[in-house]
């Protein structure tokens, strides 16, 4: 019987630290499937891949210069 408290008691401690891992576990598995999305689409289809890629960099590139820019406007202006 004590043998199954104690099992008991360790696996509310692992689903515990399951439950405090869990974002971090999915963003990790989240991250290699969009890894290995990426190198398939590169293998099928390299010309649209790197386009679509180049669009998302630059997208991204606008926007934390407007961000920045909206940033520097705001600390600047009197209140």
């Known amino acids: 019987m004590e043998f199954l408290l104690l099992w008991m008691d ?10 405090h891992l869990a974002p971090r576990i999915a963003a990790f598995c989240v991250a290699v499937a969009l890894f290995a999305a990426t190198c398939l689409a590169l293998t099928i289809s390299p010309h649209l891949t790197l386009a679509m890629i180049g669009l998302v960099l630059s997208a991204v590139l606008i926007e934390s210069a407007r961000q920045r820019r909206l940033r520097a406007a705001t600390e600047s202006s009197p209140r």
């Open 10 to 19: 360790d696996l509310d401690d692992a689903v515990g630290a399951l439950r």
